[in-house]
């Protein structure tokens, strides 16, 4: 059990452009879903909180209108890095965690590469 | 000071020994606590959460230290499949249920 989706796994694209990320919990509903950026040999990074139906919480820093989250139902959050720049390249993970349960569980993450 | 802090590493341990390692915490405030895993270039996985008494999985035991305000992690009879970077996580206190994490320890297992 447990388990969820990111996709898509790797994307490469033009500087300017925007691209979607989704992620969906496959075996139980996710109340809240986080995600994460990441940079080679660093730590995790928390960019925002989502819960479902309501907006995201985006972490000191982060650009709201840059990373744009939606999370519609139990099962589905999307990030979309709009305008991308090459500083956006980085691994974007999400986590899911259902109702009650502090315990997070990861997508397979999402590498992206802006050129 | 970070919230959470490990010793980065790497740990250099030989095949079938133990290795222990532990991460501090600053919020006493913190309620739950987690090790995860992660291979390079994935993504992280939950290997074990910590419970006030401790507990056990197989080779690996974590334990809770509130009055320290740390967590340990002891794997006994290391395999070269445990090489990954572990990662501490404790609760932030607050709502949201987010996770404070540490920037993980290395560990490498040598045949």
């Known amino acids: 059990g447990a388990v969820v989706s990111q996709h898509p796994s790797w994307v490469i694209c033009k500087s300017g452009t925007s691209v979607k990320i989704e992620c969906r919990s496959l075996d139980f509903q996710a109340t809240t879903m986080f995600w994460y950026r990441q940079f080679p040999k660093q730590s995790l990074m928390l960019m925002a909180t989502s819960n479902e139906g309501s907006k995201a919480t985006y972490e000191q820093g982060v650009e709201k209108d840059k990373f744009l989250i939606n999370h519609a139902s139990l099962t589905l959050s999307t990030l979309t890095v709009t305008s991308a720049h090459p500083e956006d390249s980085s691994f974007y993970i999400c986590?899911?965690?259902?109702?009650?349960?502090?315990?997070?569980?990861f997508g397979p993450g999402t590498r992206l590469t802006v050129t | 000071r970070k919230e959470v802090e490990q010793d980065p590493g790497p740990f250099n341990v030989p095949e079938g020994a133990t290795v222990a390692f532990n991460c501090t915490y600053s919020n006493s405030a913190s309620q739950s606590f987690f090790w995860y895993r992660q291979d390079c270039r994935k993504e992280p996985k939950l290997l074990m959460s910590?419970?006030?008494?401790?507990n056990e999985d197989g080779r690996f035991t974590a334990q809770l230290n509130r009055a320290s305000q740390y967590i340990s992690l002891l794997i006994r009879d290391s395999k070269l499949s445990d090489s990954a970077t572990y990662l501490c996580a404790v609760t932030r206190g607050d709502s949201n249920y987010q996770l404070i994490w540490g920037a993980g320890t290395k560990l490498i297992i040598k045949p």
């Open positions: 986590s899911a965690r259902a109702s009650g349960s502090y315990e997070q569980y």
């Open positions: 910590v419970y006030s008494s401790g």
